[in-house]
Each structure stands twice: as structure tokens, then as C-alpha cells.
């Protein structure tokens, strides 16, 4: 399934990533301790070279001296990629509206 992702750093330091599958679907959230753990993930998840270097960009830019959000990348995950990556059982915030 194709998932956006973004990536911000929290006040406290955490790398926040946020995955959805469309702009009006539910949006799982997930924190790290620093953005080296969540790289360190992405490196065995399989995604293809390309990919990963698009993620390892916007996870540098989301969690750079700035503050400013990253968004979006879009990237094919299967449910063991989603589970690798930790997004698979993150909290759920934001459910779509009925």
C-alpha cells in the first residue's frame, strides 16, 4: 500500500514520523529516540536504494538544526515493512470522519 510520510522533531528531541495512506484517511504516528534509530530501521527494510536515500533526505531536513516539517515522501510498505519501521502499531490519532 503507498503511505506518506513525514517527519518533524519534537521539542523534546524525539524524530516524530507520521504515515497515512491518503490526505483524509487516519494518520499513525510513531517517535524515536533520534533519528539514527529510525534510519537504522529503514536500512533493513528492504526499500530499494532510491527510496531509502529519499527517506534518510527528509528524515535530515525533518529533524535538521530548523525544525521544519518534511513532508511528504510516499513509499510503498508491506505490513512487515510497516511492522519493521514501527508505524505498524504506533498510537492512531486522527480518524477519518464519517
Known amino acids: 500500500m ?3 510520510l513525514s517527519f518533524n522533531k519534537t521539542d523534546e528531541g524525539l524524530l516524530r514520523v507520521s504515515a497515512s495512506t491518503e490526505p483524509s484517511s487516519e494518520q ?3 517517535m524515536y529516540d533520534d533519528d539514527q534509530v529510525f534510519l ?3 536500512g533493513y527494510a528492504g526499500l530499494g ?3 531509502e536515500q529519499a527517506i ?3 528524515v535530515q531536513i525533518g529533524f535538521g538544526p530548523a ?5 511528504c515522501e510516499e513509499v510503498e510498505l508491506n505490513d512487515h515493512q510497516l511492522a519493521l519501521l514501527r508505524l505498524g502499531t504506533a ?6 470522519a464519517v
Open 49 to 51: 536504494p532510491e527510496i
Open 2 to 4: 503507498l503511505y506518506r
Open 67 to 71: 525544525n521544519t516539517p518534511s513532508c
Open 91 to 96: 498510537r492512531r490519532l486522527h480518524p477519518p
Open 56 to 58: 534518510r533526505t527528509a
Open 28 to 30: 499513525v504516528i510513531s
Open 40 to 42: 537504522h530501521l529503514v
